[in-house]
């Protein structure tokens, strides 16, 4: 009798877990959304201009899900540019193909054309973002991806009383597509944006801008979530709000163990959740952000944007807010203090052992003038055009086919699989390198990986022309930092500095001025993944380079066949 009852209750448990199983998948639910991409006026800095934007929004719509719930994004192109968007550091387990990148992924949306996006939130909670991945148009089309905890879940910190999104973004008083063409014409660098903005506006430093300023309300003891999010085209920018501090607790969608700092600093694609509490004297506090400059002798854009953080309780409005000091714009040991602060909440899957050793250089090089080519196409320095690369190889985007495609299919001339697992030169990639040295190789060469490899890649910055840090983003996954640091990575020193424990999970490392970071994930998501630099002139100059990773067994380890509306080439 007493193992009858045994039974009927092990069975009873057994169909509990069932149901809360099935409770839990049923409250996820699927957000269907329509993405307009359109030209429309906007006034900044006294100008007005037809800038591409979504639904006429600048920023664009914010996205709000939950852990678990799907997503279908209609995306209709009425301007007059070819259109991609991707979900920026959503993993897309098994649905490569509504990740969207131009010509890696995808083909883009032809002018008059449209493409459903078609996925789900999987395991992240916290902030990314959405913008576009063909030419320059992200620098106006782009906005926030908000993951709250699963239904009936919570955050790991006690909840706050109100959540705010702060988007850091670059405004050109030109259209940014003329900005970057008549770069690739002259062979030289891009001009500057003209103002960095906050949701889409200066701020009160600028001309013709003060009326529009964002303003964040705080109410005096209350503990609010920021999430900040840098949507900036080329630039790695500090931000600070006056006299508060912020208590990180999270980054691309990840926890992170909760650390204080007075400042943030972000390179674009990164996303950092902040707590600020309303512990000051109630009153008005510039929220501000410039840029971290590592680029020795490079121009940058060196203004500042602003918001105001508002006290609900504020009596004068008209009082002048109180301004931060923001470091300095070459503050390298500030930038180095903050990414280096961060660790996963606890004990964390990062690989003990390594099936794929890669070891990476990433910088910038310079091609000689073509034989016969006009003066005019060759104004970098001493007559010669701009570019970079990744182990020697400049990539080079496909045409006809995109490369998720001609894998899929197996369309051979694509792309080749040789890309180089170290740089076909050793040198001394931070000191005087030989000017022979500078000129990479062009070419569409993928790094071919094995479901379920476990991989290390070792990111090397080099000095060609200049050293700068680098924001390098991979796409499909999360990855383990497990260490960085400056000059030459030394294997036989620097690997006693990984942390094996509670290293963080991001999709974009910042990569230091003249230094090395090293990362690690398992190769558990079939498809094409870019991996390059977010700085988007780089990325137009070929520092890329793309991991094709093998289906696994079995369904749950296999991509999704195409949907029937992917874009043709």
């Not at 208590?247 to 163990?257: L, M, N, P, R």
């Not at 918001?307 to 009596?315: D, F, R, S």
Request: aromatic share 10%.
């Amino acid at each position: 009798m007493a193992r009858l009852t045994s039974i009927v209750s092990h069975m009873f448990l057994s169909i509990l877990l069932i149901f809360s199983s099935l409770a839990c998948f049923t409250n996820a639910k699927t957000h269907h959304h329509g993405f307009i991409v359109q030209a429309t006026k906007v006034t900044r800095l006294c100008k007005t201009r037809n800038s591409i934007t979504v639904n006429g929004q600048l920023p664009g719509p914010t996205l709000e899900v939950n852990n678990g719930d799907s997503l279908v994004i209609k995306v209709v192109n009425k301007a007059k540019y070819n259109v991609t968007i991707h979900w920026h550091g959503v993993r897309q387990i098994r649905t490569a193909w509504a990740d969207g990148p131009e010509f890696i992924t995808q083909c883009p949306i032809r002018p008059g054309q449209s493409y459903t996006y078609r996925f789900t939130i999987s395991g992240q909670e916290g902030t990314l973002w959405w913008h576009a991945h063909s030419s320059w148009l992200r620098a106006t089309v782009y906005g926030a991806i908000v993951i709250h905890p699963k239904q009936g879940a919570s955050y790991p910190f006690p909840k706050p009383n109100r959540e705010s999104v702060i988007m850091l973004g670059e405004w050109w008083n030109a259209n940014p597509i003329d900005v970057i063409n008549q770069a690739r014409r002259t062979g030289g660098a891009p001009n500057v944006s003209d103002a960095y903005t906050i949701n889409g506006q200066p701020g009160d430093l600028y001309n013709c801008s003060s009326k529009d300023t964002i303003k964040v309300p705080v109410s005096s003891g209350e503990t609010n979530l920021v999430r900040v999010i840098n949507s900036a085209l080329n630039q790695q920018l500090f931000f600070k709000i006056a006299n508060h501090k912020f208590t990180v607790v999270g980054a691309d969608a990840s926890y992170v163990k909760p650390f204080t700092t007075s400042v943030l600093m972000l390179g674009p694609g990164q996303t950092t959740d902040v707590l600020i509490k309303g512990d000051q004297t109630p009153g008005r506090y510039y929220m501000a952000a410039r840029a971290y400059a590592s680029a020795q002798g490079a121009p940058f854009d060196n203004t500042t944007t602003t918001a105001i953080l508002e006290y609900t309780t504020t009596k004068n409005v008209s009082t002048k807010p109180v301004m931060p000091t923001l470091p300095p714009f070459n503050d390298t040991n500030t930038a180095t203090a903050f990414t280096t602060s961060f660790r996963s909440p606890g004990k964390t899957l990062v690989p003990k052992t390594i099936d794929e050793n890669l070891f990476i250089t990433a910088g910038l090089g310079i091609n000689k003038c073509p034989p016969k080519a006009k003066a005019s196409t060759c104004q970098a320095p001493n007559n010669t055009r701009f570019t970079a690369s990744m182990n020697n190889v400049s990539f080079v985007l496909p045409s006809n086919f995109s490369l998720l495609q001609a894998h899929h299919h197996g369309i051979p001339g694509v792309f080749t699989t040789d890309f180089p697992a170290k740089p076909p030169v050793t040198f001394d990639y931070t000191g005087n390198v030989s000017r022979s040295l500078w000129q990479p190789t062009r070419g569409t060469k993928v790094y071919k990986l094995k479901y379920g490899a476990k991989v290390q890649v070792v990111l090397q910055g080099t000095s060609i022309f200049t050293a700068e840090n680098h924001p390098i983003h991979l796409h499909g996954y999360d990855f383990y930092v497990v260490a960085e640091g400056f000059g030459n990575f030394n294997p036989k020193t620097d690997t006693s500095k990984f942390n094996l424990v509670d290293p963080p999970l991001r999709n974009t490392v910042s990569l230091p001025v003249n230094g090395w970071a090293v990362i690690r994930f398992v190769a558990d998501n079939p498809g094409t993944w870019i991996m390059h630099c977010h700085l988007d002139v780089h990325i137009g100059w070929g520092l890329a380079m793309v991991f094709v990773v093998d289906n696994g067994v079995g369904l749950m380890e296999t991509l999704e066949q195409p949907p029937k509306d992917l874009p043709r080439c």
